[in-house]
């Protein structure tokens, strides 16, 4: 016996999100069946507006305006591009309230298992702006895993030719670490980049 | 920083959904915003759909038409009726490819915790059946938790005024258990519904 064909094809697209197995989808797609129906209308429209979300015309950060808040803040030091893949890095970042630049967000990452290449990401702006702007430093903060590290060597080639400082996030231990649990990789890049104390 | 307005409600929209937490219903956030606006489309279509999907109108079970293909199906043994909470019990019990009659799907329990009484569950046509349709027999197959037991107390008792059997799942060990792992409740009842071999 199979479930009704609109039934099942909720299902199929929950089970495209990611981390969502079958018996999850199964379980959203009877939520959906007993919320109200305003609830449902909720969601729809929900994703009928973020499928039309814009991105910041400057960094690529997703806004409500043409501009994001940060981009549009007059405290904030433009002289000072901070890149990262996706928003959520932005919002990761922002989170420590250390950071006083910009953003640049590539919205992708270079990964050749996938076929992504640099066509993939936002980077063609970022050079427009260290070209134009005045831009004193730009900080790397792709993830530090293969992909990240990829995207950030393509970026940092792509600046060579710009007077501009590009830095790189730290390697190193996590707070809490345990030495044993480390992976060699982090423990060999804490002890290559040991700092005096 | 917050995120765009948009983009916040989708997250709330998800993080509506059971098993959901704040991490997973950002990440499904983002999922909807990397994908191809056709897919979204169809996630669209099919939260409509749902929304709007039938009941039998005999069994109450979820059906794109009027009747349920197992309410339609003249090779279904219609004089037995198994009672299930939701309609994935159907499909549970479908699988097994054991049971040959009909179902009657609640859609709901009777849980006092969550002030859901009798008023919540569809039972008087179940009673309708019982009371016109020549039922030989009424297996409740509600779930053998506090929830399902009080539902399948209450159904069982509606049912003393019709001439019909009226039978239960029976509790025991599940395949593969451990004794020393079972609790007390699940082992008092293996025992006393031992059987001789």
């Known amino acids: 016996m199979e479930y009704p064909e609109s039934f099942q094809k909720l299902i199929d697209c929950f089970r495209h999100l990611s981390g969502v197995g079958l018996k999850s989808a199964e379980r959203m797609a009877y ?70 630049g ?34 004193k430093e730009v900080i790397l903060a792709t993830n530090l895993t293969v992909e990240g590290e990829i995207t950030a060597m393509f970026i940092a080639n792509q600046l060579k030719k710009y007077p501009v400082k590009v830095t790189r996030l730290a390697h190193g231990l996590p707070m809490g670490a345990q030495l044993d649990y480390a992976d060699e990789m982090t423990l060999f890049k804490a002890l290559s980049n040991r700092k005096e104390v």
């Open 31 to 100: 939520d959906i069946l007993s919320m109200e129906p305003d609830d449902v209308n909720e969601f729809i429209n929900s994703l009928e507006n973020v499928a039309n979300i814009k991105h910041c015309s400057i960094c690529g950060n997703l806004s409500d305006d043409d501009l994001c808040p940060i981009c549009n803040n007059i405290n904030r030091d433009k002289s000072t591009i901070c890149v990262v893949c996706y928003p959520k890095d932005v919002f990761a970042i922002e989170k420590i309230n250390e950071y006083h």
């Open 102 to 135: 910009t953003y640049h967000v590539l919205n992708g990452v270079i990964a050749p298992s996938k076929q992504k290449t640099e066509e993939d990401i936002n980077y063609q702006s970022l050079l427009d702006r260290v070209s134009n702007d005045n831009i």
